[in-house]
């Protein structure tokens, strides 16, 4: 059985930093590319960030690139998402999610998702 369980999320004030975490269980975790998606109240699901299944390749969407860092330890089957000079507009839930194809960067082109974690952005 396949899980993803992201950590690390929390209430936090504008400009602070957070690290996500998501461990990955009952997959072969370095025949995935790894992805996170959030989800703010009322709105839909939006990619974040991609990292390739070796790590050397990330992708970033536009509202946190230069904010954000993405990486992977495949020794520990997880992925991680820094998040710097955070601002209220990143508050929503945060998925981790694994795509066996890593061309996709949609809701639709992944293969299993995490329960997803809190970030709450303070002003």
């Known amino acids: 059985q396949v899980q993803l369980d992201e950590s690390g999320g929390g209430l936090v004030q504008a400009g602070d930093s957070l690290r996500l975490s998501c461990v990955a269980s009952?997959?072969?975790?370095?025949?995935?590319?790894m992805l996170w998606f959030r989800q703010a109240p009322g709105k839909e699901r939006v990619f974040v960030a991609h990292i390739w299944r070796s790590g050397g390749s990330t992708y970033y969407a536009d509202s946190v690139k230069g904010r954000s860092t993405i990486s992977r330890d495949n020794t520990r089957n997880t992925a991680y998402l820094q998040m710097n000079s955070l601002k209220p507009e990143d508050t929503a839930v945060y998925y981790c999610?694994?795509?066996?194809?890593?061309?996709?960067?949609?809701?639709?082109?992944?293969?299993?998702w995490g329960k997803g974690t809190l970030v709450t952005v303070s002003s």
């Open positions: 999610a694994a795509a066996r194809y890593c061309g996709s960067y949609s809701s639709s082109g992944m293969n299993y």
């Open positions: 009952g997959l072969t975790f370095s025949s995935y590319c």
